[in-house]
């Protein structure tokens, strides 16, 4: 009868009661554990052998054994722990990482706490272990998520934050702390109005529209930084709670000035294309003359002409070309505008007297251009004639391979016969003396601010006697621009001038109004 009841229950209750409790151990991953500390034997339940990959009873229930599927790294942590709960008599908790029979790593909860004996020294430990293996591994993910995702919006190079409904910011990423000058720890608890009053009303009525119409607003808004305007693209969303209500509001700030300016010159480019190309096409770009005239001693005559481009518009206005010459060149334009100038002195010099020249502009883009100067190359080529007839201006400029495309370009011109290269603007630049020496020029332009007001002014008197001086040490003709008044034209007739030109002697005109035999000019 005794043999049938334990402490009231019968056997087969108890046995009924283990099965339940193992059960119980298999569904929830957990196992329970008993070591006995004077015998050191070390008890598994069935559940704690399988957690250790192991079958019910392989377990060979010593303390070494049970160290031995410890993970190195955490055996002398766990074996302190247990120590101090021994010497203390106090419960403990820890995650401990197994290596499982077949190899495997899991992490197990461990709690446990000593078992007192008669004199109140820990006499066992029992405990449970759960292998919470998913949820380490899957709080792992997340916080390794955590970190990649900030990471990306710390690096991001658009400002991002997020802000309570109450326009309250929350969150700020670097770039945010970067516009505004402060960390991003001291932004959060601020107010937009605190940290951008400029666009502050424009951002909360994103956030109203983007929380009641829970749709994405896209906005520009203008941020001054560094004293500089610059313009953002933004887009604000509601972020919702459980229930899908919005909770919260996101906005991001994506620095587009620069591709806004990229935009704009892409739309001015392609504007002015079809403005030249057009005018070219449908034969709305001009040329008109301007006579450039021989100081001779006894008498001034026209000894030439300088061509120049004008654009008329589809109104019929004449548009000169201060106007549509610096879009040209920008954007690459210039070379078509020059070759048709070139084609037209060509025509232009076939109906001069054989005394006279016409003098055309080329550009340091155009110079720079091969193809350009192949096609130009060819029409000479063609008109041989005529191109005996043609001096080119060319103007210095700072970029060396304008002159070492000059210096190719004017050996070409040479061999062709053509007649002559002349230095526009000269005296204004920093490398003249350079252009002299590699180029051979046959005419040297006298910038007209050197002109203008020599007749009162002592030192540009003596900037003009200089320049003379340098035209006669190179063997060059020379031509004052900028001719208004009498006085100016007698006084570099004078000084020794060769070729002058300006408003007093001939405004621009028309092709058609212009004639072209040598007569007297006055």
């Not at 790294?73 to 995650?95: A, K, L, N, Y």
């Not at 899957?138 to 990649?148: D, P």
């Not at 005018?279 to 026209?302: C, W």
């Not at 610096?326 to 037209?344: H, N, S, T, Y």
Request: net charge negative.
């Amino acid at each position: 009868m005794l043999a049938s009841k334990v402490m009231g229950y019968s056997v087969e209750e108890l046995r009924e009661y283990a099965e339940r409790m193992s059960e119980a151990e298999r569904i929830a991953h957990f196992g329970v554990f008993r070591w006995e500390i004077l015998s050191g034997r070390v008890r598994w339940s069935d559940e704690l052998h399988r957690i250790y990959g192991l079958r019910p009873g392989e377990f060979v229930g010593t303390v070494d054994a049970f160290l031995s599927f410890l993970h190195p790294g955490d055996r002398e942590r766990i074996w302190c722990d247990v120590d101090r709960s021994v010497r203390t008599m106090q419960p403990f908790v820890f995650e401990e990482r197994i290596l499982r029979a077949d190899g495997e790593q899991r992490v197990l909860l461990s709690r446990g706490c000593p078992v007192a004996g008669p004199d109140g020294r820990a006499v066992a430990v029992v405990g449970v272990c759960h292998d919470v293996t998913e949820r380490v591994m899957a709080e792992r993910a997340l916080g390794l998520s955590e970190r990649r995702m900030r990471a990306i919006i710390d690096n991001s190079p658009s400002m991002i934050a997020v802000k309570d409904l109450g326009g309250r910011y929350l969150m700020t990423n670097a770039e945010s702390a970067r516009v505004v000058g402060r960390p991003p720890d001291e932004l959060v608890g601020h107010e937009c109005a605190e940290l951008f009053p400029s666009i502050a009303e424009q951002l909360r009525e994103n956030d109203r529209r983007a929380a009641v119409e829970m749709e994405a607003v896209y906005d520009e808004a203008v941020l001054m930084h560094n004293g500089e305007p610059r313009t953002y693209l933004t887009v604000t969303f509601a972020l919702p709670d459980e229930d899908g209500k919005p909770l919260e509001s996101c906005t991001i700030a994506t620095d587009i000035t620069e591709r806004k300016e990229r935009e704009s010159e892409r739309r001015e480019r392609q504007e002015w294309k079809w403005r030249i190309t057009s005018a070219l096409a449908e034969g709305r770009m001009l040329v008109f003359a301007q006579p450039v005239v021989a100081l001779d001693a006894e008498r001034t005559r026209i000894s030439g002409h300088e061509l120049l481009v004008r654009s008329r518009e589809h109104n019929g206005e004449v548009v000169e070309p201060d106007a549509f010459l610096p879009a040209a060149e920008r954007f690459g334009l210039i070379q078509a505008i020059d070759v048709w100038m070139i084609k037209e002195a060509l025509s232009v010099a076939e109906g001069l007297a054989e005394a006279s020249y016409s003098a055309v502009n080329l550009s340091a883009v155009t110079l720079r251009d091969a193809a350009a100067r192949q096609e130009i190359l060819a029409l000479l080529n063609a008109s041989p004639a005529a191109a005996r007839s043609l001096v080119f201006e060319i103007t210095e400029t700072a970029d060396p391979g304008h002159l070492d495309a000059a210096s190719q370009f004017a050996a070409e011109l040479v061999s062709l016969g053509v007649g002559g290269l002349a230095l526009d603007d000269f005296g204004v630049g920093f490398g003249a003396f350079t252009y002299l020496r590699r180029l051979p020029l046959r005419y040297l332009k006298i910038d007209r601010s050197f002109v203008t007001n020599v007749v009162h002014s002592p030192d540009d008197q003596r900037v003009v006697q200089s320049i003379l001086g340098i035209a006669r040490q190179f063997g060059l003709t020379t031509v004052a621009e900028g001719i208004e008044d009498p006085a100016t034209l007698d006084l570099l007739r004078d000084m020794g001038v060769h070729y002058a030109q300006g408003f007093y002697l001939g405004k621009p005109v028309p092709l058609t109004a212009f004639g072209f035999d040598v007569h007297d000019f006055r």
